[in-house]
T-cell receptor, first 115, second 115 residues
Framework: DTAVSQTPKYLVTQMGNDKSIKCEQN?????MYWYKQDSKKFLKIMFS???????INETVPNRFSPKSPDKAHLNLHINSLELGDSAVYFC??????????????FGQGTRLTVV | AQKITQTQPGMFVQEKEAVTLDCTYD???????LFWYKQPSSGEMIFLIY??????QNATEGRYSLNFQKARKSANLVISASQLGDSAMYFC????????????FGAGTQVVVTP
C-alpha cells in the first residue's frame, strides 16, 4: 500500500496553462505539506495544512493554491504556469507536531516541466 | 540565513567502508528535531533517522547512526558498511518546535559508493 501518493508523476505543459497535482495519504496523519525541489535539488516548503486548515504559507506566488478537501488529501493547483515553475513538487504528511516525532513521509514527486 | 548546512556537496566511498555526512544547524529554539533523508536517482524521498533535541542517546537505525553533538549544533549521519545501493543524495533537515512540522533542508550531499 502506498502511504503518500501523488499524481501525476510527470507533467509537461505550456506556459500560461493551469494544472493541478493531487495528493492522498493513507497514514491517518493530520498534517500535510507541499515542498518544491528546484533544479539544484534544494527543497523548500510551500504550504502546510493541519486538519484541513492552512498553517504555513511560505512566500509562494498566489498563482499556487492548495486545497484540502479532507485530512487525507491536499491538492495543489497552479494558475498561469511560468517557466520558472518547472521543478519537482513533493507532497508529504506527518503527525501533528505536538505528538512527538514528526518525520514526514513523502510522495514520489511530480516532475513539472513548463515549456 | 541558512539554518541547515551541509558542507560536502559530494563524496565517493568504497563499498563496505563507513562514511560520515556532515550537518550543522542553527536554531535558538530548545525544542527541535533533526532528520536525515535519502533521495536515490529514482527521486523519492526516504526517511532514514530522527534525533530529538532532548534525546540523551544518539539515534541508530540499522546501518545508520546519528552523531548528535548538541553543543556544536551538529548532527552527522554515519553509514556503516556502505553498499552500492547507498549511492544517493542525502539531506539533513530540521524541524523547530513552533514551526508546525515544517522541515528546513540542507543543500544535500551526493554519495557515490564504488565497488
Amino acid at each position: 500500500d502506498t502511504a503518500v501518493s501523488q499524481t501525476p508523476k510527470y507533467l509537461v505543459t505550456q506556459m500560461g496553462n493551469d494544472k493541478s497535482i493531487k495528493c492522498e495519504q493513507n497514514l491517518g496523519h493530520d498534517t500535510m505539506y507541499w515542498y518544491k525541489q528546484d533544479s539544484k535539488k534544494f527543497l523548500k516548503i510551500m504550504f502546510s495544512y493541519n486538519n484541513k486548515e492552512l498553517i504555513i504559507n511560505e512566500t509562494v506566488p498566489n498563482r499556487f493554491s492548495p486545497k484540502s478537501p479532507d485530512k487525507a488529501h491536499l491538492n495543489l493547483h497552479i494558475n498561469s504556469l511560468e517557466l520558472g515553475d518547472s521543478a519537482v513538487y513533493f507532497c508529504a504528511s506527518s503527525q501533528s507536531p505536538d505528538r512527538g516525532n514528526t518525520e514526514a513521509f513523502f510522495g514520489q514527486g511530480t516532475r513539472l516541466t513548463v515549456v | 540565513a541558512q539554518k541547515i548546512t551541509q558542507t560536502q556537496p559530494g563524496m565517493f566511498v568504497q563499498e563496505k567502508e563507513a562514511v560520515t555526512l556532515d550537518c550543522t544547524y542553527d536554531t535558538s529554539d530548545p525544542s527541535y528535531g533533526l532528520f536525515w533523508y535519502k533521495q536515490p536517482s529514482s527521486g523519492e524521498m526516504i526517511f532514514l533517522i530522527y534525533q530529538g533535541s532532548y534525546d540523551q542517546q544518539n539515534a541508530t537505525e540499522g546501518r545508520y547512526s546519528l552523531n548528535f553533538q548538541k553543543a556544536r549544533k551538529s548532527a552527522n549521519l554515519v553509514i556503516s558498511a556502505s553498499q552500492l545501493g547507498d549511492s544517493a543524495m542525502y539531506f539533513c533537515a530540521m524541524r523547530e518546535g513552533v514551526s508546525w512540522g515544517k522541515l528546513q533542508f540542507g543543500a544535500g550531499t551526493q554519495v557515490v559508493v564504488t565497488p
